[in-house]
């Protein structure tokens, strides 16, 4: 029996045939720092006078968590592409399994129901799904020549979906980032630019409609329009106890920080804890506070080596669906990293995303631990591959 179940677990993961001659080190040590110095801030807000007035920033809670989703980036290292290939529609379906369940047993929080509470720890299946969508439109699109409309119509039809549940939760700004993925993936996998604008503007077209018919939920339209007169100084400071208080103090505490930042730990926003969400959505705007334009301009530099870097690892690949997960993974860090930053600075409404390997969030970590084991694994994990374009130069 116990030759049975190693046999079935080596159908699953392997550890022999990783090539650790070729591993992404530079990646892992990328990611490592960054989450090191995210783990230093947090850190940092836990320690500041303001701390026990707010309920708290818990950094304890923090590291063990990411204690708790080290296992899951190993299962994702060691884990077999084919075996992954053959079961992604299985894993997809569990996503949204998980996201039906949300509206039933779901913990109602601020307006909105996203969270499963599970013993010691909240899930939120919006951030898995955005794996599972991964992976699945790897699968879809690994013998897709995307020539028909059919064939576009697919991938589409998968990120449609989730994206619906996770909008009806509500929460439309998650629902948005698997828009990116798609939009990258499809390129990836061939998908000519022409036809990648016409659906870009057809999609703008249909938020706009979307926008226009009622269909959006009051809060969000407030957002948009606070959002839209934040571009005008004196409308922002007007709304800065109102609506335009999280824009407001995210773009002010920005700035504060100058060009080299007044220091870890030294930010007005740790002081006086007047930042909403300053641990997880809005940690970058702490980070411009304490280390400046130059210490944040770093900080986004190294997460785009990393990104970039993940996209030089996933050409190299010949298997299609592994280039095109690790692709996706790549483009998911990408997406996060722009839509953060972007709303901090008031270029996009406010929207609650996390920065990865920085921000607090159970759910969060599991999820990026588990993209970023996927993507060391599968550019490092090289089975044999047969597939149309095997052999193609990329």
């Excluded at 990411?66 to 997809?92: C, D, E, M, T």
């Amino acid at each position: 029996m116990i030759d049975a179940l190693r046999s079935s677990l080596g159908r699953i993961v392997s550890t022999g045939h990783v090539r650790w001659s070729e591993f992404a080190w530079p990646v892992l040590l990328l990611a490592a720092g960054l989450l090191a110095a995210g783990m230093t801030f947090v850190a940092v807000m836990a320690d500041s006078a303001s701390n026990p007035e707010l309920g708290g920033v818990d950094y304890e809670g923090h590291r063990q968590k990411i204690l708790v989703a080290l296992p899951v980036f190993f299962a994702g290292l060691f884990l077999r592409p084919s075996w992954l290939k053959r079961n992604a529609a299985l894993i997809y379906s569990g996503c949204l399994v998980l996201l039906a369940l949300v509206p039933l047993i779901g913990d109602e929080r601020n307006n909105a129901r996203r969270w499963i509470q599970l013993p010691k720890f909240d899930l939120q299946p919006s951030e898995l799904a955005k794996i599972g969508v991964i992976l699945m439109l790897a699968r879809v699109l690994h013998e897709n020549p995307l020539r028909t409309g059919r064939d576009w119509l697919k991938p589409m039809l998968v990120t449609a979906v989730p994206m619906l549940l996770v909008a009806a939760q509500p929460d439309l700004g998650t629902a948005l980032t698997m828009v990116p993925v798609l939009g990258g993936l499809l390129y990836l996998a061939g998908g000519s630019g022409r036809a990648l604008g016409v659906l870009g503007l057809t999609a703008v077209a249909a938020g706009f409609g979307i926008w226009q018919s009622g269909f959006v939920q009051s809060y969000q339209l407030e957002r948009i329009e606070t959002w839209v007169e934040s571009f005008d100084d004196r409308e922002l400071i007007e709304s800065r106890n109102g609506l335009g208080f999280h824009t407001y103090h995210a773009r002010t505490f920005t700035g504060n920080g100058g060009l080299y930042g007044r220091g870890l730990g030294e930010g007005v926003a740790n002081e006086t804890g007047l930042l909403p969400e300053r641990d997880s959505d809005s940690i970058i705007a702490v980070i411009g506070e304490e280390w400046g334009f130059a210490g944040t301009a770093m900080v986004i530099c190294l997460y785009g080596l990393m990104v970039g870097l993940l996209m030089f690892h996933a050409a190299g690949l010949r298997d299609r669906f592994s280039r095109l997960v690790v692709g996706g993974v790549a483009i998911y860090f990408a997406a996060h990293l722009f839509i953060n930053v972007s709303v901090n600075l008031g270029l996009l409404p406010m929207t609650g995303l996390t920065l990865p390997l920085f921000s607090t969030g159970g759910s969060s970590l599991l999820a990026t631990f588990l993209a970023l084991g996927l993507a060391l694994g599968l550019s490092s994990h090289h089975e044999r591959s047969l597939g149309g374009d095997a052999f193609r130069r990329y």
